[in-house]
């Protein structure tokens, strides 16, 4: 199983970025799919999540309104909408999936996802 994460950069807050995620190895709709983040110092967190059986949607309550999570079923990919970027969303984003079903109230913890991808790093300038 691979997860390859990409579309990561240098941006002016105030800016967007619009990340993607290609899954491969698994069949795309086995498990939730999510985004996390990491910054230097900090414990990794939930950043967004796609329930791929109901299509429902969940995120950090910072970046609500900010960022929109999507799924493409034909290209095996889930993208990450980040607009109105701020300096607080600098960090390394994961790209993160499961490959079971997971009941609703655990799909925002990491511990629940099975396969991480790389990482991209945004960074946002102030």
């Known amino acids: 199983v691979q997860l390859q994460a990409s579309g990561g950069g240098l941006v002016q807050a105030g800016g967007s970025l619009r990340l993607s995620c290609v899954s491969s190895?698994?069949?795309?709709?086995?498990?939730?799919m999510a985004w996390f983040r990491q910054s230097p110092g900090k414990e990794r967190e939930f950043v967004a999540r796609i329930d791929m059986w109901s299509g429902n949607t969940d995120y950090l309550n910072s970046v609500k309104g900010r960022f929109t999570m999507s799924r493409d079923n034909a290209k095996n990919t889930v993208y990450l909408e980040m607009n109105s970027l701020k300096p607080e969303d600098t960090a390394v984003y994961y790209c993160a999936a499961g490959n079971r079903r997971i009941i609703t109230s655990y799909m925002n913890r990491a511990d629940s996802y099975d396969y991480w991808g790389q990482g991209t790093q945004v960074t946002v300038s102030s």
């Open positions: 190895g698994r069949a795309f709709n086995s498990g939730p």
